[in-house]
């Protein structure tokens, strides 16, 4: 089983829409957490991060269950721009080090 | 600019050639981590350094493959005798060290890498 697994989508919504992505994480893999998005053939950029119970950042907002291992991203009403692949990551947790292990993404893709 | 910066943006070589790549990171970052990204895929973890030593190494780190950071500030990676299947983009990002915390890591464009 992978550390960090992610909906595969693709996910197509029309411009206005709410859309939420799920991630779920194996006990190795963290303890604190991250939305990245990454653009067609950029390099990935800073979401969110999620450290305790969740948190909001405009029409953004992320939230982490300890006790079901997953993380989820919710998105309110779309925008064009938001056409990306979002990616989960975790902070694997080990002795005084650790490393960010990416999950394989989710595309969205806004219409108009 | 004071992003991380990796040379080449993109390479081209024949199976079996040596290539080298070298990411510059943001100025006192202690942490400097290698990925590699394949279409469809997320970044795969490859290695990290925290200042020059070089802390954590990953399974897809073969033989072939092996990264330097001499003096903490740049880092390289190099990979011999290339196959096609090391075709791939290569990430560099680096963060500040966190004491234990996970902290943001800030990606260069990354070297995209095609083994003809």
């Known amino acids: 089983r992978k550390e960090v697994e992610q909906d595969p989508g693709p996910f197509n919504v029309p411009e206005g829409a709410t859309v939420a992505f799920n991630c779920t994480y194996s006990?190795?893999?963290?303890?604190?957490f991250f939305w990245y998005r990454q653009d067609c053939r950029k390099e990935p950029k800073l979401l969110m991060s999620?450290?305790?119970s969740g948190n909001e950042d405009g029409r953004f907002t992320a939230q982490l269950n300890r006790a079901s291992q997953y993380i989820s991203l919710l998105i309110r009403d779309s925008k064009l721009s938001d056409s990306a692949t979002y990616l989960c990551?975790?902070?694997?947790?080990?002795?005084?080090?650790?490393?960010?292990?990416f999950g394989k993404g989710t595309k969205l893709s806004v219409k108009p | 600019d004071t992003g991380v910066s990796q040379n080449p943006r993109h390479k081209i070589t024949k199976r079996g050639q040596n290539v080298t790549f070298r990411c510059d990171p943001i100025?006192?970052?202690?942490?400097l981590y290698w990925y590699r990204q394949t279409l469809g895929q997320g970044p795969e973890f490859l290695t990290y350094?925290?200042?020059?030593?070089?802390?954590?190494k990953s399974r897809l780190l073969s033989d072939r493959f092996s990264a330097e950071r001499p003096k903490g500030s740049f880092s390289t990676l190099e990979i011999q005798r290339t196959e096609q299947g090391d075709s791939a983009m290569y990430l560099c990002?680096?963060?500040?060290?966190?004491?234990?915390?996970?902290?943001?890591?800030?990606f260069g464009q990354g070297t995209r890498l095609t083994v003809v």
């Open positions: 006990n190795s893999a963290s303890q604190s």
């Open positions: 990551v975790g902070w694997r947790y080990g002795g005084s080090q650790g490393n960010l292990i």
């Open positions: 990002a680096s963060s500040p060290s966190g004491r234990g915390l996970a902290t943001e890591a800030f």
């Open positions: 350094f925290q200042n020059e030593a070089q802390l954590e």
């Open positions: 100025s006192e970052h202690n942490r």
């Open positions: 999620v450290y305790s």
